[in-house]
């Protein structure tokens, strides 16, 4: 049995049956890093030595006959913008390349108490502003399924961690599809939870009315098991709500009988890869054959979604990023003056992409044309929400494509910055609604490449959504939940 092939819900209860120890299944996942790591490189920091002591730890407790959370000793791994206390936090930037948090982000915490082994932090896109994890100061990532293609971002260290069986689980962040796009990608399923749903504390801000972190995983129950672990209310964070969190494991059996599905007319477009359609409308099918009640819903505000998006997101990002000067945060590059230092420190430590994403903000939010642009995506966002609060009323869950297509190759659309964030079509309204949303499997392309599908529900249910996830994985086609990764040397790992 080889441990890093098992899902987290089988390794706890391994672990709980005392069948292995947490120190064993560490081991088992540092050496499939080793073997897979130069190859697609998921990972900016590696933190082996942690891993093993928490493993440890949690060992002589369990051996102790205490009892401990169901994923104790269970490794995971973490994106790189959520604050480490004394471990590099990069968010995949020169700027912060050699910045140590003095504080654990209010979800670390939450996973230290539980008892899971950090075995590292992944790479992302540059303060995740991406759709690729092409725009990372240090290096690309490379998705499993074929290496010369990208696995989505910003996310997407995090989804090859877990896609590989590099780790079980990991935490990524979702501004406007961060974790549901390179869950498609990869395969896995991928959690934006409602806005509020997870405390942010300790997240590097992105955007701040947008920014989301939730779980990456091979099935529905491994991450309703996280969400256990990081769901509920912070006084750390304002935006953190107190509704009362429910156990997201206790309904994942319970099938998807006269639930009412919507199909997004918006998110099965003409103009998507006719294959992710075809996979969309197929798992469609199975729900209706079990009983669920199916029909087309209208989104009439979705194609105004994405300029709304782009305006808003940049300008709270122009916002967010100007405390990196060189002497609040960040590395300082001197100068004769504090302009050009901070000219220096900003040119040299900023990417293109954060660059351009701070100079779209730093305009809209300018005089004379705040209310011009900024002011009105926000309406645009407003009547979004309407137009979700609608469609709830006579839906349970919401269906589309979770892209328009399917893995693109490194380096296809990094010089366009347009065809770029089209790639997050269909998550961006949801995301600007506030809503959950989850991206699920739904089939391999004649390429075979991951294919998914989004469902999205009203705001705290996300355990609906992941029922459903979990009744699709019952009744799917038979595939390989883990690539082969085909070594450019030849062989597979």
């Known amino acids: 049995m080889k441990l890093y092939e098992q899902t987290a819900s089988s ?9 292995v120890s947490s120190v ?10 080793e073997l897979i790591e130069p190859y697609v490189k998921a990972f900016i920091t590696h933190t082996p030595a942690m891993a093993l002591e928490t493993a440890s730890v949690v060992d002589s407790r369990r051996s102790g006959g205490e009892e401990l959370h169901p994923l ?8 790189d913008n959520i604050s480490t206390r004394g471990l590099r936090t990069t968010c995949a930037s020169k ?28 790479n992302m896109d540059e303060f995740a502003m991406g759709s690729s994890t092409e725009n990372s100061a240090f290096y690309p990532t490379r998705n499993p399924w074929d290496l010369e293609r990208v696995p989505g971002g910003s996310s997407g260290g995090s989804a090859v961690a877990v896609s590989t069986g590099m780790t079980p689980l990991a935490l990524g962040s979702d501004t406007g599809g961060s974790i549901r796009q390179p869950a498609s990608l990869c395969g896995l399923t991928g959690l934006r939870p409602t806005y ?24 529905a129950r491994d991450s309703a098991m996280l969400m256990n672990v990081i769901a509920g209310h912070d006084p750390l964070d304002s935006t953190a709500v107190s509704e009362a969190v429910p156990d997201y494991t206790a309904h994942l059996e319970d099938g998807v009988k006269k639930l009412r599905i919507g199909v997004i007319k918006q998110n099965v477009a003409t103009g998507f890869d006719p294959e992710i359609t075809a996979a969309v409308m197929k798992t469609v099918t199975l729900f209706k054959d079990h009983g669920a009640e199916v029909d087309e819903v209208s989104l009439p505000l979705t194609d105004y979604g994405l300029g709304a998006y782009y305006l808003i997101a940049p300008s709270e990002a ?21 302009e050009t230092m901070f000219s220096a420190t900003r040119g040299k430590g900023f990417g293109a992409e954060v660059k351009r994403r701070i100079m779209i903000g730093t305009y809209a939010l300018s005089a004379g044309y705040y209310d011009a642009y900024y002011l009105q995506a926000m309406k645009v966002r407003t009547l979004i929400r309407r137009d979700y609060e609608a469609a709830f009323r006579r839906f349970d869950i919401l269906v589309g494509a979770t892209t328009p297509t399917p893995a693109f190759k490194i380096g296809e659309k990094i010089e366009d910055p347009l065809q770029m964030y089209l790639s997050d079509v269909c998550n961006i309204t949801d995301a600007l609604a506030g809503v959950p949303s989850l991206s699920v499997p739904c089939g391999i392309s004649s390429e075979g490449l991951p294919l998914g599908m989004q469902m999205t529900a009203s705001p705290f249910r996300e355990g609906l959504l992941l029922k459903a996830a979990c009744f699709l994985e019952q009744k799917r086609d038979p595939v390989s939940l883990r690539p082969r990764v085909k070594l450019p040397e030849g062989g597979e790992v």
């Open 196 to 219: 509020g749903r997870v405390s942010r504390y300790g997240l590097i801000a992105f955007a701040s009315s947008l920014d989301q972190i939730g779980p990456l995983s091979l099935t």
């Open 318 to 338: 122009s916002s967010n990023l100007g405390r990196y000067d060189g002497v609040r945060y960040g590395y300082n590059h001197g100068g004769d003056n504090i």
């Open 11 to 19: 390794l706890s209860q391994l672990l709980q049956n005392k069948e």
């Open 24 to 33: 064993e299944v560490v081991l088992s996942f540092l050496d499939r890093i």
């Open 95 to 122: 700027i912060l390349e050699n910045y140590i948090p003095p504080y654990d982000a209010t979800v670390i915490e939450s996973l230290k108490t539980a008892g899971l082994p950090l075995l590292g932090k992944t």
């Open 72 to 79: 104790a000793g269970v490794p995971i791994a973490v994106k």
